[in-house]
């Protein structure tokens, strides 16, 4: 079993629709929490950084943690197709030393 | 530049080979990474620099994989030996902080190596 799980998708929503992208997690030592975008055949960029339970709101994204389930959320609203790309969550420890711990991704495409 | 720079951006190489990857760090940036993507998964750890020592090199498949960063800038991976199941893309990534804070990561485009 993989330390952090992410569906892959791909999923396929109409323009202007609220998005839900999820991870679940086993290691509970997991302190810090990312979700960073990846277009195809670009690096991946950081969308949204949280520590430790809560919520965290950056424009139409939202980061929720609930450390309690070990699950971790991010929420796109009225989304266009230019957040079309791959959503990737990654983790870390209480070091925080940089070295994340990524999910799979999960393939989303937003039709016009 | 203004971001992290890798090259080459494309390698092709024949099975049992020798390949340098290099990575250009964002300038002023102590902590620099690289990670390895295979196709539809997600990048896994393989080594973090800060300065010029590697702090942890826990990711590092086998003693085939090799990494320098000999004045704290700029970085290159080395594989010697390369096999078919290294083809990936290898990702470089910096930091402004390494140690207890590392917060954001900037990740240049990677080098996609395929070995045949």
């Known amino acids: 079993q993989k330390e952090v799980e992410q569906d892959p998708g791909p999923l396929s929503v109409p323009e202007g629709a609220i998005v839900s992208l999820n991870c679940t997690y086993s290691?509970?030592?997991?302190?810090?929490f990312m979700w960073y975008r990846q277009y195809s055949r670009k690096g991946p960029e950081l969308l949204m950084y949280t520590y430790s339970s809560g919520n965290k709101e950056d424009g139409r994204f939202t980061a929720q943690v609930d450390k309690s389930s070990k699950y971790i959320s991010l929420f796109i609203r009225d989304s266009q197709p230019s957040d079309s790309a791959t959503y990737l969550c990654?983790?870390?420890?209480?070091?925080?030393?940089?070295?994340?711990?990524f999910g799979q991704g999960t393939t989303l495409q937003v039709k016009p | 530049g203004a971001g992290v720079s890798q090259t080459p951006s494309n390698k092709v190489t024949e099975k049992g080979k020798y390949v340098e990857l290099r990575c250009d760090p964002i300038?002023?940036?102590?902590?620099l990474y690289w990670y390895r993507q295979s196709l539809g998964q997600g990048p896994e750890f393989l080594i973090y620099f800060q300065g010029t020592g590697a702090a942890d090199d826990s990711g590092l498949p086998n003693d085939r994989f090799f990494a320098v960063r000999p004045e704290g800038s700029v970085s290159t991976l080395k594989i010697q030996r390369t096999e078919r199941g290294d083809s990936a893309v290898y990702l470089c990534a910096s930091s402004p902080r390494g140690h207890r804070g590392a917060g954001e990561l900037f990740f240049g485009e990677g080098s996609r190596l395929t070995v045949l």
């Open positions: 290691n509970s030592a997991f302190q810090y």
């Open positions: 300038s002023g940036h102590t902590a």
């Open positions: 990654a983790m870390s420890g209480s070091s925080n030393t940089g070295k994340l711990i």
